[in-house]
């Protein structure tokens, strides 16, 4: 006997034609989803007496391997493809009982930013949505049996958000709707390098949503070494994108400034970067810069300089958060997300298509 295709727990239209075929109460569906995508419980307690379990699927990933840092909290996911590749999730357990979830977007990342090690990976494949969206289902599960609840989504793991725009939004879609996980918009962030076009059809889309732009300098030649698609979104666009953003949201935007020794840290670039915010609605974040093996001329500046810059911005009117690192022990920090059987995984991929073109 043929056996029928599985049904993704997040396609509505399949699901809802596998309670058609079933004849269930539209209270059965409502029920496995509040249990799963609401309360996180296990997979054997939300399919319990569900008539149609074999059809349906439920996840995407299967867990590779959990790394848990000991001495700040953070765990690393790492998580299989179907295609066998590796993405990480990163959990963070904020000492104020806060638990913020960091997703990935893609396998890799295009952008290539220098102080970036998933930006050196040579490799960027889209996640799909029911892949984006497992990785909050998963580390659900995790954070309950713990007792603890996920507060936070936030898009900074690996890959850049609006280089998968569609599946991105989908996935906010379901996120923040009632039926499906019921997340405020208001705590889920969408984090870029500046891909000034889709900033605002997000805004527009998700006006509740909160954006973040890892900005790292208001010079143009410095921004366009840390950051090559600077060259395509130049800094008074984004300063015009920030300022529209403004007006159609009631939030600010997030401001992530890395902290870089030599580059962007003096007291001449902190001015630089309070006038060029003069006149938007921000708050800026400055962030410890994580070392990373493929660039190692970059170097994170010292706390007392960091405290020193903040002030500076402080002074000029913009709130400011000195940010401190987590899960570094474990590359779980920020910059830091990538798989080396990735790239070696990627590099077979290759040759087996240069052989093909081959024969």
Not at 98 to 117: D, H, I, M, N
């Amino acid at each position: 006997m043929t056996r029928l295709p599985s049904i993704s727990l997040f396609d509505q239209q399949g699901v809802e034609q596998l309670r058609r075929e079933w004849k269930l109460d539209p209270s059965r569906i409502r029920s496995l989803r509040n249990t799963l995508l609401k309360r996180f419980e296990s997979d054997s307690l939300a399919l319990e007496g569900f008539p149609a379990a074999d059809r349906l699927l439920l996840h995407s990933l299967e867990l590779f391997r959990r790394c848990d840092s000991s001495i700040d909290g953070a765990t690393k996911l790492l998580l299989r493809t179907v295609a066998g590749m590796l993405i990480e999730a990163v959990i963070l357990r904020i000492e104020t009982g806060r638990t913020t979830l960091c997703v990935s977007s893609q396998v890799g990342c295009a952008a290539a930013c220098e102080f970036c090690a998933t930006g050196k990976m040579g490799i960027a494949r889209n996640l799909s949505t029911d892949e984006i969206l497992d990785q909050v289902l998963l580390a659900g599960q995790l954070l309950a049996g713990e007792g603890r609840t996920l507060r936070n989504i936030v898009f900074m793991g690996m890959g850049e958000p609006f280089h998968n725009e569609d599946n991105l939004y989908r996935a906010v879609e379901l996120l923040i709707s009632p039926s499906f996980f019921n997340i405020a918009p208001t705590k889920v962030l969408v984090s870029t390098v500046g891909v000034a076009d889709a900033m605002l059809r997000c805004v527009e889309r998700f006006p509740k949503v909160n954006l973040a732009l890892s900005l790292h300098s208001v010079r143009q030649e410095v921004r366009e070494k840390l950051i090559p698609l600077a060259t395509k979104f130049p800094l008074d666009q984004l300063h015009r994108t920030v300022a529209e953003a403004n007006r159609r949201q009631s939030t600010s935007v997030m401001i992530e400034y890395l902290m870089l020794a030599g580059v962007n840290d003096s007291q001449d670039d902190a001015r630089e970067l309070a006038a060029w915010l003069s006149g938007l609605n921000v708050h800026v974040n400055l962030i410890p810069y994580n070392p990373i093996e493929d660039s190692p001329q970059l170097v994170g500046s010292d706390r007392e300089t960091r405290l020193a810059f903040a002030k500076t911005v402080r002074d000029h009117g913009f709130k400011t958060t000195v940010r401190y690192s987590l899960g570094n022990d474990i590359a779980a920090a920020c910059g830091q997300l990538v798989r080396r059987e990735n790239r070696e995984m990627a590099r077979g991929f290759a040759i087996s298509a240069h052989a093909l073109r081959q024969t």
